[in-house]
Protein backbone atom coordinates (compact mmCIF):
# COMPACT_ATOMS: atom_id res chain seq x y z
CA UNK A 1 0.00 0.00 0.00
CA UNK A 2 1.25 3.64 -0.52
CA UNK A 3 1.95 6.15 1.64
CA UNK A 4 -1.09 8.45 0.21
CA UNK A 5 -3.60 4.99 0.50
CA UNK A 6 -2.65 4.82 4.44
CA UNK A 7 -3.10 8.06 5.12
CA UNK A 8 -6.12 8.54 3.24
CA UNK A 9 -7.59 5.81 5.37
CA UNK A 10 -6.47 7.05 8.30
CA UNK A 11 -8.84 10.54 7.24
CA UNK A 12 -11.33 8.33 6.76
CA UNK A 13 -10.98 6.39 10.00
CA UNK A 14 -11.14 9.83 11.78
CA UNK A 15 -14.19 11.28 10.26
CA UNK A 16 -15.88 8.16 11.09
CA UNK A 17 -14.76 8.36 14.46
CA UNK A 18 -15.73 11.81 14.99
CA UNK A 19 -18.82 11.64 13.51
CA UNK A 20 -19.51 8.47 16.29
CA UNK A 21 -18.30 10.95 18.97
CA UNK A 22 -20.64 13.70 17.54
CA UNK A 23 -23.46 10.88 18.21
CA UNK A 24 -22.44 10.34 21.68
CA UNK A 25 -22.29 13.45 22.63
CA UNK A 26 -25.84 14.42 21.44
CA UNK A 27 -27.18 11.55 22.99
CA UNK A 28 -25.72 12.72 26.43
CA UNK A 29 -26.50 15.85 26.30
CA UNK A 30 -30.35 14.91 25.42
CA UNK A 31 -30.31 12.56 28.22
CA UNK A 32 -29.08 15.63 30.64
CA UNK A 33 -31.92 17.77 28.98
CA UNK A 34 -34.57 15.05 30.21
CA UNK A 35 -32.67 14.69 33.45
CA UNK A 36 -33.22 18.43 33.92
CA UNK A 37 -36.37 18.64 33.33
CA UNK A 38 -37.83 15.88 35.17
CA UNK A 39 -36.13 17.31 38.34
CA UNK A 40 -37.49 21.31 37.13
CA UNK A 41 -40.99 19.46 37.27
CA UNK A 42 -40.66 17.51 40.44
CA UNK A 43 -39.53 20.37 42.48
CA UNK A 44 -42.93 22.44 42.54
CA UNK A 45 -44.44 19.23 43.72
CA UNK A 46 -42.33 18.51 47.08
CA UNK A 47 -42.64 22.29 47.65
CA UNK A 48 -46.28 21.54 49.15
CA UNK A 49 -48.61 22.41 46.32
CA UNK A 50 -52.11 21.47 45.88
CA UNK A 51 -53.54 18.44 44.22
CA UNK A 52 -54.90 20.01 41.92
CA UNK A 53 -51.87 21.77 40.57
CA UNK A 54 -49.99 18.44 40.84
CA UNK A 55 -52.11 16.99 39.08
CA UNK A 56 -51.87 19.90 36.23
CA UNK A 57 -48.39 19.39 36.01
CA UNK A 58 -48.64 15.65 36.08
CA UNK A 59 -50.37 16.17 33.16
CA UNK A 60 -48.22 18.10 31.27
CA UNK A 61 -45.37 15.80 32.04
CA UNK A 62 -47.49 13.25 30.40
CA UNK A 63 -48.09 15.43 27.35
CA UNK A 64 -44.49 16.64 26.75
CA UNK A 65 -43.63 12.73 27.17
CA UNK A 66 -45.83 11.94 24.35
CA UNK A 67 -44.65 14.68 22.39
CA UNK A 68 -41.37 13.28 22.87
CA UNK A 69 -42.33 9.47 21.75
CA UNK A 70 -42.44 9.98 18.22
CA UNK A 71 -39.26 12.78 17.69
CA UNK A 72 -37.21 9.77 19.33
CA UNK A 73 -38.43 7.55 16.64
CA UNK A 74 -37.20 9.71 13.82
CA UNK A 75 -33.49 8.95 13.25
CA UNK A 76 -30.81 11.62 12.69
CA UNK A 77 -28.40 11.64 10.06
CA UNK A 78 -25.55 11.51 12.74
CA UNK A 79 -27.15 7.76 13.93
CA UNK A 80 -27.16 6.82 10.93
CA UNK A 81 -23.96 7.86 10.16
CA UNK A 82 -22.42 5.94 13.47
CA UNK A 83 -23.77 3.45 12.54
CA UNK A 84 -22.80 3.25 8.50
CA UNK A 85 -19.36 4.40 9.91
CA UNK A 86 -19.58 0.92 12.56
CA UNK A 87 -20.31 -1.21 9.29
CA UNK A 88 -17.36 0.42 7.20
CA UNK A 89 -15.00 -0.41 9.84
CA UNK A 90 -16.15 -3.49 9.92
CA UNK A 91 -15.08 -4.40 6.37
CA UNK A 92 -18.26 -3.34 4.75
CA UNK A 93 -17.25 -0.37 2.98
CA UNK A 94 -18.10 -1.44 -0.57
CA UNK A 95 -21.79 -2.89 0.88
CA UNK A 96 -22.39 0.69 2.51
CA UNK A 97 -21.97 2.51 -0.51
CA UNK A 98 -23.82 0.02 -2.62
CA UNK A 99 -26.92 0.75 0.01
CA UNK A 100 -26.09 4.81 -0.77
CA UNK A 101 -25.92 4.15 -3.77
CA UNK A 102 -28.83 2.10 -4.07
CA UNK A 103 -30.81 5.02 -2.42
CA UNK A 104 -29.95 6.99 -4.80
CA UNK A 105 -26.76 9.07 -3.46
CA UNK A 106 -23.28 8.88 -3.36
CA UNK A 107 -23.15 10.25 0.06
CA UNK A 108 -25.07 10.05 3.16
CA UNK A 109 -25.78 13.80 3.68
CA UNK A 110 -27.88 13.41 0.11
CA UNK A 111 -30.32 11.09 1.45
CA UNK A 112 -33.99 11.86 2.11
CA UNK A 113 -34.53 11.59 5.78
CA UNK A 114 -37.32 9.42 5.79
CA UNK A 115 -35.27 6.87 4.16
CA UNK A 116 -33.25 6.84 7.12
CA UNK A 117 -35.19 3.49 8.64
CA UNK A 118 -35.08 2.10 5.63
CA UNK A 119 -31.21 2.40 5.12
CA UNK A 120 -30.46 1.32 8.74
CA UNK A 121 -32.81 -1.84 8.24
CA UNK A 122 -30.66 -2.55 5.32
CA UNK A 123 -27.53 -2.05 6.84
CA UNK A 124 -28.33 -4.48 10.25
CA UNK A 125 -28.24 -7.24 7.77
CA UNK A 126 -24.96 -6.89 6.91
Known sequence: ??????????????????????????????????EA???????????????????????KKDTKAAKQEPEEKLLTLEEVRAVLAEKSRSGHTEEVRELLAKHGADKLSEIDPAEYAALLAEAEVL
Open 37 to 59: ELTTTKEPEKAGKTGKTAAKNTV
Open 1 to 34: MSKIKLLLDVVQDMRSLADSLQAVAEVVADSGAA
